[in-house]
């Protein structure tokens, strides 16, 4: 069994300095520009340079964050910055998370080897197909994956580095636009303001901070599965942190066991929040995931660490050599642009009624169902309208039941799919692909790469700057009504808010501090998506946008009673504006 690398956080020289002296195989750290953590300290050219010169004399491998969605008209200059890596910083790999900035390395830097943030939301072996495609070396999966999905993705042969300590978003990562919506940060362009870890109005007044990940105690069973790098999180954490947790996992690898209770201890008293979680990794995913940083963490953590010298480390192999090989677009598989244009009706709390349908659904251009509900066999009528649509994750322990809601929805009639995940497209074969916005499409090269996938229609992110790119080959979607889905969650917010229902479908709300009302939608197997506390509203943008080419306008319906979502639906059609609060985002 071969020894896992153990990779850390380099958020200053410092750090880089106090991970190597601690025993890291390899460190991650972000230059000036295009990273995730553009509050932490980061590196200028020179010290890249420096850095990496550091790197190479103690043989640790280093990968440099370019792990943000980058718009088109930044793309010449992020070309240029990665010019500069290649020849003067030589990184062993760059991290990233746009498809489109993955495309046009690939096409620019075919040498350089790339690894797959775990901002793609990578949760079953199914990307590996796509990642490999597209000359991915290495993916950083998902952190909410229990052991038996990483253990089925190791099997894909792709490098896979899973994170074992830190902080970990409450949100599913690359899913969160919270932070963009309502403080105008967005974490997809590496500004995250962590409104997760605000008090909120609620029985858990921090009912969306989770405790930090700590997988210790569970590094033989990583080693076994075969994993091969393990990541401690923490650019933005001090020297120090970054010395001592990285020595007590160096000492854990070298001697291959787990943590003693007394490293555990150790570990705490350098940093957390009420204790660890480990719920993900086990799949025990509840409330005891959830904690805040005490006054007792904090007290504890007043000690300075010193590290044992490191043992001499491992000499690994160079980086698979990338594999440029595309995708070609299958007319043949995607639903004609040409009709596709209008409105999509998209239903994810209430159902429409019978007489909302039969008013409207001979005039939409699709209904969005969402696939547990679609089969209803009210809504016959209108299946060759519907396109069920996916749940946003599925974890492998899943993929058989959707398999087979997927079948029945066939047999219903319907041929459309919503998806949301590069792995769901093997389960939706023979339907027409419309895409998600979780896509996070923002520029023209990851359009053209969702396009040669044969998708019918893409949605575009809502975080895109309003200049579209034009000339699609499928429809392009965007929202024109609807409250912007800010956070979707593999643990029950609800059950820290107002208690849990359950296996029913529920609905709560989070209040923060000045009284907005986040509506929070629940679906069955207890994920969360936590909407906007107002509307978004650019119906009387819509000439505008058609011009721009976007031919579907969807109106997104959540907490709308039925008579409001008559009377939207009516205004979007009939060209009015409806009189109620909206906001711009
Ligand atoms: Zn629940």
Do not use: W
Not at 65 to 94: M, S
Not at 302 to 321: C, G, L, M, N, Q
Not at 435 to 450: M, T
């Amino acid at each position: 069994m071969k020894k896992p690398f153990l990779l850390a956080p380099a958020g200053s020289f410092a750090a880089l300095k106090a991970a190597i002296e601690a025993g890291a195989d390899e460190v991650y750290l972000g230059g000036s520009e295009f990273n995730a953590r553009m509050n932490a300290g980061n590196f200028d050219k020179n010290e890249l340079i420096k850095a990496a010169r550091l790197c190479r004399s103690s043989n640790v491998k280093m990968h440099i964050t370019l792990n943000t969605l980058v718009f088109d008209r930044e793309l010449k200059a992020l070309l240029e910055y990665v010019e500069f890596l290649e020849n003067e910083v030589c990184p062993n790999a760059l991290i990233v998370q746009d498809l489109g900035v993955a495309c046009e390395l690939r096409r620019n830097f075919p040498s350089l080897a790339l690894h797959a943030s775990t901002q793609m939301r990578i949760h079953s072996h199914e990307d590996a197909i796509f990642l490999k495609k597209l000359g991915f070396t290495r993916a950083v999966l998902a952190r909410e994956l229990p052991k038996q999905d990483i253990a089925a993705f190791v099997k894909t042969g792709l490098e896979t580095e899973i994170f074992v300590h830190g902080a970990i978003c409450v949100s599913e990562s690359g899913g969160c636009l919270m932070s963009s919506v309502i403080g105008g940060r967005s974490g997809n362009r590496g500004e995250c303001a962590q409104p997760c870890r605000l008090p909120y109005r609620a029985e858990n007044k921090y009912p969306l901070s989770v405790k930090d990940m700590c997988l210790a105690e569970h590094v033989t069973e990583l080693c076994d599965i075969g994993v091969t790098s393990l990541k401690i999180e923490g650019r933005m954490k001090s020297p120090d942190y970054v010395g001592a947790v990285t020595a007590v996992y160096r000492r854990l690898l070298d001697e291959g066991r787990n943590a003693t209770e007394s490293e555990m201890r150790l570990l705490k008293n350098i940093f957390s929040r009420s204790g660890f979680t480990d719920g993900y990794f086990i799949n025990k995913i509840d409330k005891n995931m959830f904690g805040i940083r005490r006054e007792e963490d904090k007290r504890n953590s007043d000690v300075k660490f010193t590290y044992p010298k490191a043992p001499p480390r491992i000499k690994s192999e160079d980086p698979i050599p990338a594999n440029p090989e595309f995708f070609q677009r299958d007319e043949a598989k995607a639903f004609s642009p040409k009709l596709q244009r209008g409105f999509v009706l998209r239903f994810e709390g209430r159902m429409p009624t019978d007489a909302y349908l039969k008013r409207f659904a001979e005039r939409a251009a699709r209904i969005d169902l969402p696939l547990a509900l679609c089969t209803e066999p009210r809504f016959s009528p209108y299946a060759e309208k519907i396109s069920a649509v996916l749940p946003r994750s599925i974890f492998e322990s899943e993929r058989e039941e959707i398999r087979l809601q997927l079948e029945k929805a066939r047999a219903f009639g319907i041929k459309h799919a919503t998806v949301s995940s590069l792995n769901q497209l093997a389960l939706c074969n023979g339907f027409y692909l419309h895409g998600d916005y979780a896509f996070n499409i923002i520029n023209r090269a990851s359009l053209e790469y969702f396009e040669s996938l044969s998708f019918s229609s893409l949605m575009l992110s809502p975080e895109t700057d309003g200049r579209f790119p034009k000339g699609s080959r499928c429809a392009l979607e965007y929202i024109g009504y609807g409250r912007t889905p800010l956070m979707y969650t593999r643990t029950c917010i609800i059950a820290n808010i107002s208690g849990c229902l359950g296996k029913k479908r529920c609905f709560s709300r989070l209040t923060d501090r000045i009284g907005a009302e986040f509506p929070i939608i629940s679906a069955p197997n207890h994920t969360n998506v936590i909407y906007n506390s107002l509307p978004a509203y650019r119906l009387d943008r819509v000439g505008e946008l058609k011009k721009s080419g976007v031919g579907l306008i969807t109106l997104l319906f959540t907490t709308e009673t039925e008579k409001e979502t008559a009377l939207i639906t009516e205004c979007a059609f009939e060209n009015r504006k409806p009189n109620i609060e909206f906001t711009r985002k």
